[in-house]
C-alpha cells in the first residue's frame, strides 16, 4: 500500500503565521486531520506528524517520516509576509523524480484553487530541514498569506476542502489509486456506465488503477498512466454500492 505522511506544521509552542484571525498551527491541524480521513478512504496507508496540538521538532518530523517508510512527505503550511498565492517548494538539490512530483502536485492544488481568487506563485525550492532530512520525495505547501487579502480565502470551509482536494488528485495522478475495493463495470462510455448498458467486463477488486477522467458520477480508469481505460461508477468504486 502507498504510504503518505502528512506533516501538519508548528503546534504547541509554535503557532507559526499569524494575522487576521488565523493562526497557523491550528489551520494546517484541521486540513491535515481532514486529508488524513480523506487519504485514507481513497485507500493511502497514512502517518501523521501530530493529530493535537503538541510540538515537534524539525528532525523529529523527517525521522518519523523516515521510520514509516512514507513514499511521500506533505508538510502543510501557510505563510505570511504580505505577498498573495499559493506556493510549494522541494529540496534545493533533488532527483528529477522529486521534481515531476512537484509539478504533479502542484498543477492538481492549482486547478482546484484558483477559482477561491489564490494565486499561483509558482514551484519553488529551498533548504528546509524537513526537506533536506526526509529520505522520500518531499514537498512543502503554502497554502496562502495569512496577512493579506487571502486570509478571507484561508478561512473558507469551501478553500480548504478544494485544497485538500489538489493535494489528493495529485497523490492519486503519482501513485495511482487502489479504487477498486469492490469489482465494478467496465463501460466504453460514461453514458453507458450511467445507464448500465453494454457492459464490456469487470474491473476486478484490488486493481490499483489511475484516474484518467472524471465526470460528476462516473471516473475514466486506466492500469496504463495517461492512456484512456474504461468507465466505472463511481458509487461502485467508493462503496461498492449497486
Ligand atoms: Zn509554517
Known sequence: MTKIWIDAGHGGKDSGATGNGLVEKNWVLSVANQLQSELVKAGFEVGMTRTNDTFYELSDRAKKANSFKADLFISIHFNAGGGKGFEDYIYTSTPAGTVESQKIIHKNIIAKITKHGMRDRGMKRANFAVLRETAMDAILLE????????????????????????????????????????????????????????????????????????????????????????????????????
Do not use: H, M
Request: aromatic residues 10%.
Open 143 to 242: 497554502a496562502g498569506f495569512c496577512d493579506s487579502s487571502d486570509a478571507t480565502i484561508l478561512a473558507k470551509k469551501a478553500y480548504q476542502t478544494d485544497f485538500c482536494a489538489g493535494i489528493i488528485s495529485g497523490v492519486q495522478e503519482l501513485f495511482g489509486t487502489p479504487v477498486t475495493k469492490y469489482r465494478a463495470g467496465k463501460y466504453l462510455t460514461s453514458n453507458d456506465a450511467i445507464s448500465g448498458k453494454n457492459i464490456k467486463g469487470y474491473l476486478e477488486a484490488g486493481t490499483k488503477v489511475f484516474v484518467y477522467k472524471e465526470t460528476a458520477k462516473t471516473l475514466n480508469l486506466t492500469t496504463t498512466k495517461g492512456v484512456p481505460g474504461s468507465w466505472v461508477l463511481k458509487t461502485e468504486v467508493n462503496t461498492g454500492k449497486r
